[in-house]
């Protein structure tokens, strides 16, 4: 799931606490998993409601907004975490059309 979306980019070996075992796209140090944050999402803004995400990163509250009918507001300073989250985002979408 990290890697949703990002498919074209180049992998990458991501160094968090020193480097990674496995290649990914997504090189964000520390992206969240998506299950937790529409957990999140749901119980946090009611249906209908305006997520602010003030530290997009790879995009992860983005895409769970998509996937439970919230808007989302993401601020990333990084111009390669945002092109990163606005794939994944993006990909979100793709998924959410196909499947309602």
Do not use: W
């Not at 480097?19 to 749901?42: E, F, G, Y």
């Not at 003030?54 to 989302?72: I, L, N, V």
């Amino acid at each position: 799931e990290q890697n949703a979306g990002l498919a074209d980019l180049p992998p990458t070996r991501v160094t968090k606490f020193g480097p990674a075992k496995i290649l990914r796209q997504n090189t964000h140090p520390t992206p969240k998993p998506v299950m937790l944050m529409r957990h999140l999402v749901v119980r946090a803004c009611p249906a209908g409601g305006i997520v602010l995400d003030p530290f997009a990163g790879s995009g992860t509250t983005g895409m769970a907004c998509t996937y439970e009918g919230r808007r989302f507001i993401g601020l990333e300073r990084d111009a390669h975490y945002l092109e990163i989250a606005k794939r994944r985002i993006a990909h979100a979408r793709r998924l959410t059309r196909i499947l309602t």
